[in-house]
């Protein structure tokens, strides 16, 4: 495997995945993560340059989406806090506590990802069977852990971790005993990577404000969640073993997952954030005249680009395709790409006022962000490798992690007094 080619590749899969989960900050909860996992799933595929996946390009992303996305039902507010504190239990408590929430996202949405990829006639992935199972699993440990033993992560706050625990256990059991190992190290490094990248940037989010420096440094720590786990799952992915898959798809295969990527899942993230309440507040603050009547174009103007958006990719993809079995090729599944992670960010614009005021310099370098993938993704081919299931290394990874967690959980209680904001787990 060339490194300096693996190496752009994870670059660009960690610059797509961290942007989109940056702008996932505007609109948060399970929409706005399917939408940014689900881009981060197209770089990945993109950079890969396996013209066999590109058929199943929809169906691949929109696993992804919805698994990355369940990681949206848990709230992380208060343990963001104990990042805050002053002294090493609580910050070490919240450090760790946010490597299992970002390790949750990247596990169930790298799972479900690499198992769509792994899905083949010889080795069928049961969707049915696995869907109750992790139901299943979610009801069981949430039930004993949380109603029954009080294992409580952010109390007063919900703490439907428990639920995506249960979730990522049953997933890993059916990918064991189906021995879709190559979807298991996709979940396992995803996993790590989100895990890692949320507590890390917690870590960067606390240092910047300490700098002074006038930043959305919230932001920086949700794209250092998405940069890494990025990098996870596409590390994951090129270091597997993959069977050949056909370079075609069944037409009545194609229009449930692509109207779920374009038109349900923005459809409800428009409805969940461009509330008119939400959207005068906003704008109040960074122009003056009819904000009413602003705030209503804006909510329309954003109905309409879905509707419009979502129109073409369906005429596209599926309605001037005739045949029984449907292909794609390189530049389709790029043009997809660059549609879909540009509306993305033409959201991000519309809610925040970006538009039309520079207060929130953090949007415009995801468009910077944007023209560098853009830039890098054609000259991307990293090769794939076998690199197995090695436990006792990925004990170790794990092992070296938890120690730097603690060296920068050190360094940040040294590093300040109380700051706004702080929580206590412990006293």
């Not at 004993?144 to 997933?171: D, K, Q, Y």
């Not at 596409?234 to 997952?257: D, L, Q, V």
Request: net charge positive.
């Amino acid at each position: 495997m060339n490194l300096k080619s693996l190496f752009t590749s994870l670059l660009v899969a960690g610059m797509s995945m961290g942007t989109a989960w940056a702008i996932r900050g505007q609109f948060g909860h399970e929409q706005g993560a399917a939408w940014a996992g689900a881009i981060g799933a197209l770089s990945v595929l993109l950079v890969a340059k396996r013209s066999d996946w590109y058929a199943r390009m929809f169906k691949a992303t929109l696993a992804a989406a919805i698994g990355w996305g369940i990681g949206g039902i848990m709230s992380y507010g208060i343990v963001v806090g104990y990042g805050r504190g002053i002294d090493f239990v609580n910050v070490y408590y919240g450090l760790m506590m946010l490597f299992i929430i970002g390790g949750l996202y990247g596990f169930i949405g790298g799972g479900l990802f690499g198992l769509a990829l792994a899905d083949s006639p010889k080795k069928r992935v049961s969707w049915p069977h696995l869907i109750v199972e992790m139901v299943v699993g979610a009801i069981v440990v949430y039930f004993f852990l949380i109603e029954e033993w009080g294992w409580l992560m952010t109390p007063p706050r919900s703490e439907m971790w428990a639920a995506c625990l249960g979730m990522a256990v049953a997933l890993t059991w059916y990918l064991y005993r189906n021995k879709q190992y190559s979807a298991l190290r996709v979940a396992v490094f995803a996993g790590l990577g989100g895990g890692f990248g949320f507590a890390f940037g917690n870590f960067l989010q606390v240092m910047g404000g300490l700098s002074g420096i006038k930043f959305n440094f919230w932001n920086v720590m949700e794209y250092t969640l998405g940069f890494f786990g990025g990098i996870g799952m596409a590390y994951g992915t090129f270091t597997s073993s993959w069977e050949p898959a056909e370079n075609r798809e069944k037409r009545a295969n194609i229009w449930f997952p692509l109207l779920m990527l374009v038109l349900f899942i923005p459809f409800v993230v428009w409805d969940q954030t461009f509330e008119i309440k939400k959207l005068e507040e906003n704008f109040i603050k960074i122009t003056t005249g009819d904000i009413p009547a602003l705030a209503q174009t804006v909510r329309w103007v954003a109905l309409l680009a879905v509707l419009l958006t979502s129109a073409i990719w369906f005429v596209k993809y599926y309605q001037t395709r005739k045949s029984e079995w449907v292909s794609y090729d390189y530049n389709d599944v790029r043009t997809f790409f660059l549609g879909h992670f540009g509306l993305y960010i033409a959201y991000s614009f519309l809610i925040t006022g970006a538009f039309m005021s520079t207060y929130r310099i953090e949007q415009y370098l995801y468009v910077v962000n944007l023209l560098v993938v853009t830039l890098l993704i054609g000259k991307t081919k990293p090769g794939f490798s076998n690199r197995g299931m090695y436990a006792g290394k990925w004990a170790m990874g794990f092992a070296l992690v938890l120690a730097f967690i603690a060296v920068i959980a050190l360094v940040a209680i040294h590093s300040h007094g109380e700051l706004k904001g702080m929580n206590r787990r412990f006293e």
